[in-house]
């Protein structure tokens, strides 16, 4: 019974795969006094976190983790909602309001990139979109990331600081990123010359 279990529970991502997410790495909780609190939208679109540190003059990305849990298959999740304490609610105008959410407590003064990535399929090739809004988050502060309308193969992402009861933008990053090159394996290998040293 247990390997009819697996055999089903495998199956539908594998012929449905474009209606599968899988989250893989979910992100942890932060523990310390400087943490800044973080609510998206637990929804088909599944975000991710990255995170990047300053090497020279300009970022290396150096982890990346899932903002959904468990196993999304065609909008079932294995987990709905997740709660933090501390962070503000929603304001007026808020589209997470009355809506599936995952919050989460992260460490404040990151370089971070919250976004996703989908692809599009044609006869011939099947392209990657992605999608993705940096920001450093403040300690005490709260902040919300969702999807925005209006794409067309894929949407825009936006970041607002909620602490004071408003939406407002969280200010992006003025530094770009390192040259890099991407491996056969789809990893970014970063060149040494980039890094300003």
Not at 101 to 115: A, F, R, T
Not at 117 to 141: D, E, L, M, N
Not at 149 to 166: A, E, F, R
């Amino acid at each position: 019974m247990r390997n009819l279990t697996k055999t089903l529970y495998i199956v539908p991502c594998s012929l449905l795969l474009s209606g599968c997410v899988i989250s893989l790495s979910p992100l942890s909780d932060y523990a310390g006094n400087d943490s800044a609190k973080i609510r998206i939208a637990n929804n088909v679109d599944p975000l991710s976190l990255k995170f990047f540190k300053k090497v020279g003059n300009c970022l290396q990305e150096v982890d990346s983790k899932s903002l959904v849990t468990g196993v999304n298959i065609l909008g079932v999740k294995s987990t709905k909602s997740k709660k933090v304490e501390g962070i503000k609610s929603s304001p007026e105008g808020s589209p997470l309001i009355m809506v599936d959410v995952m919050e989460y407590s992260i460490q404040s003064e990151q370089y971070l990139q919250i976004g996703y990535r989908t692809t599009s399929q044609s006869t011939y090739s099947q392209q990657v979109h992605s999608s993705y809004r940096s920001f450093i988050p403040k300690a005490g502060h709260s902040y919300e990331a969702y999807t925005l309308t209006g794409g067309y193969y894929i949407q825009p992402v936006m970041i607002m600081d909620i602490t004071d009861g408003k939406n407002t933008p969280a200010p992006e990053w003025d530094i770009s990123e390192c040259n890099y090159e991407v491996s056969m394996m789809g990893k970014k290998v970063y060149q040494k010359s980039s890094s300003g040293e």
